[in-house]
C-alpha cells in the first residue's frame, strides 16, 4: 500500500479527512504554487498498486463506477500477438494507475483523466477458456475453467457473455474509468476487438462519513457475508495456490476465477412486495442488514432460530440461508459487483441489475455448487434474470519488471 493509499484510505474514513484533503492539500497530489493544478483530494489522490502477489480490482474496496470488457483475439492473431498485447495493456495499466497519462505507444493520452488523479483506478485482466485454443496453449488451460453448467434461470445472450480475454476497470471517478477504459480499447490495436461492454456503479465513498457495505437496486445491504481478508482461509478461498504438482498451471498461482453474471433485476415486481416480505426473501433486514433472527449487521445468522409461532426466522428458501458456507459444505466466494442501469426497456422496465462478479479459487467449489442451490429454490430467482455470464482465468499479480499473464505466455 502506497503512501496516498493510506492517506486516501484515512481520508475515506472520516468526513474530517475529505475536507482536509481538498482545502488543505493534505495528499501527495497537493499543489503549492497558485498556478499550479488544483490539489486533490482523498478520493482523486488514492493510489492502487499496479505489481504486486495479485492483480488489483479483487480485494480493492468497491469503486464507484466500473467498466467490463471482454475481447476477441483477431483473425490471425496467436500467441505471439496476445503477449504483446498483454506486454501493451500492463504498461498502460500501471501507468494509469499511478494517475500519470500514458506515454505513446498505439495509444496517446486522451487528456480525459487530466486533473482527477488515480482515483483509485484498477484495471485487472483475465483469460476465457477460449484464449486458450486461439493461443496454442490448451496444456496450460486449468479445469476450472471447464464451462459452467446451465441453470434454469438462464436467459444467456451468447454475444453478451464468455470472450477470449477479459479486462475489469473500476475507479472512483467516472472520467477515469472511461480514460482507462479507451486506453484499454485502443492499445489492442489489431490484436483483438470488443466482443461486449457492460458498465456498472456503486455508492461514492466518501458519501458515508465512514465505510459502510454498499446497497444494490433492490435497497439492499449487500456484501455483508462475504469472505474477509483478516479470515484464516481468505487466500485459500479467494487465491489459487501454487500446485507444484503440476507445472502446466503454475502461471495460475496467486491467481483467481473471477465469474461474471449480468443479473436483471425484475423491479417492477420486486418493488410491489412490501418491505417485510422482502425480508423473508433474503432473510435479512432492509434498513440495517441485520439477520431476521436478530442482532446488527455484523452479527452471525442463527438458521435454527424460531419465532413464537415456531417457524424459521430465517425462512428455508431465503437467499442467505440458501448461499449460506455452512449450508455449502463451506463453499465461499468474494462478490464484488457494480450495479448496473442501461436505461428503459421498451415496456417501460428498467434495465438494470447487478453485474454479479465473484472470484474464487476454484469455481466448482465457489459459485457452481451455491447457484445450483440457488437455482432449485431461492425466494429472489423470481425477481432475477441472469441474461450474461462469463467464466475468466485471472493470472496473479504481476512482479515488477514483468507482464500480467507472462508466466503462460512464455512458459
Ligand atoms: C442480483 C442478484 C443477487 C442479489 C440482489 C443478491 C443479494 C444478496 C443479499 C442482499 C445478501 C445478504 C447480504 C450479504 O451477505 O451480502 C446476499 C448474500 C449472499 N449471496 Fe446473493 N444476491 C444475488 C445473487 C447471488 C448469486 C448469483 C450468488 C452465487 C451463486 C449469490 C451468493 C451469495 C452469497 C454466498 C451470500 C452470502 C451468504 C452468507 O454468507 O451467509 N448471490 N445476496
Known amino acids: ?17 475529505l475536507v482536509l484533503g481538498a482545502a488543505g492539500g493534505a495528499t501527495g497530489y497537493a499543489a503549492s504554487q497558485d498556478d499550479a493544478p488544483a ?8 493510489e492502487v498498486m499496479f505489481h504486486g502477489k495479485h492483480q488489483p480490482g479483487i480485494t480493492t474496496p468497491l469503486q464507484a463506477r466500473g467498466h467490463l470488457v471482454a475481447f476477441d483475439l483477431a483473425p490471425g492473431a496467436g500467441r505471439k500477438e496476445a503477449a504483446a498485447l498483454m506486454r501493451r495493456w ?6 494509469l494507475m499511478a494517475g500519470e497519462p500514458l506515454n505513446g505507444g498505439t495509444a496517446h493520452d486522451t487528456g480525459i483523466a487530466l486533473d482527477a488523479g488515480p482515483s483509485s483506478l484498477t484495471v485487472t485482466f483475465g483469460f476465457g477458456a477460449t484464449f486458450f485454443e486461439r493461443t496454442g496453449l490448451t496444456g496450460h488451460r486449468p479445469p476450472g475453467l471447464d ?6 434461470a438462464d436467459h444467456l445472450d451468447a454475444g453478451r457473455s464468455d470472450g477470449d480475454l477479459w479486462v475489469q476497470i473500476g475507479a472512483d471517478d467516472a472520467l477515469v474509468a472511461f480514460h482507462a477504459l479507451r486506453a484499454v480499447q485502443k492499445e489492442a490495436a489489431a490484436a483483438a476487438t470488443v466482443r461486449w461492454q457492460m458498465d456498472g456503479f456503486n455508492r461514492t465513498p466518501g458519501a458515508t462519513a465512514r465505510p459502510m457495505t454498499a446497497r444494490n437496486l433492490m435497497g439492499q445491504i ?15 478461498r479467494v487465491f489459487v495456490a501454487a500446485r507444484g504438482d503440476d507445472a502446466a498451471y503454475d502461471w495460475l498461482a496467486g491467481g483467481s476465477y473471477a465469474v461474471v453474471r449480468r443479473i436483471r433485476m425484475l423491479l417492477d415486481d420486486w418493488e410491489k412486495l412490501p418491505v417485510k416480505r422482502q425480508e423473508r426473501v433474503i432473510g435479512r433486514r432492509k434498513a440495517d442488514g441485520a439477520p431476521l433472527s436478530g442482532g446488527t449487521e455484523t452479527t452471525a445468522m442463527d438458521l435454527d432460530k424460531a419465532g413464537p409461532d415456531g417457524k424459521l426466522l430465517i425462512p428455508d428458501n431465503a437467499h442467505a ?20 442501469h442501461d436505461g428503459m426497456s421498451s415496456d417501460g422496465t428498467p434495465d438494470a441489475g447487478l453485474l454479479f462478479i465473484c472470484w474464487q479459487a476454484d469455481p466448482l467449489r465457489g459459485f457452481v455448487p451455491v447457484q445450483r442451490k440457488l437455482d432449485r429454490g431461492d425466494a429472489l430467482s423470481p425477481f432475477l434474470r441472469h441474461e450474461a455470464s462469463g467464466l475468466f482465468a485471472v493470472p496473479g499479480g504481476a512482479a515488477d519488471g514483468e507482464y500480467v499473464g507472462q508466466r503462460l505466455l512464455e512458459a
Open 222 to 236: 449487500d456484501g455483508t457475508g462475504n469472505p474477509q481478508p483478516a479470515d484464516s482461509d481468505f487466500d485459500q
Open 147 to 152: 464451462p459452467l453448467p446451465p441453470f434454469s
Open 321 to 340: 440461508r440458501i448461499s449460506s458456507p455452512e449450508r455449502n459444505g463451506g463453499a465461499a466466494m468474494l462478490r464484488r459487483p457494480f450495479s448496473y
Open 1 to 17: 500500500m502506497s503512501r496516498r493509499r493510506l492517506l486516501g484510505t484515512a481520508g475515506a474514513a472520516g468526513a474530517t479527512g
Open 39 to 46: 490539489a486533490l483530494t482523498s478520493v482523486g489522490s488514492t
Open 90 to 95: 500492463s504498461a498502460a495499466a500501471q501507468r
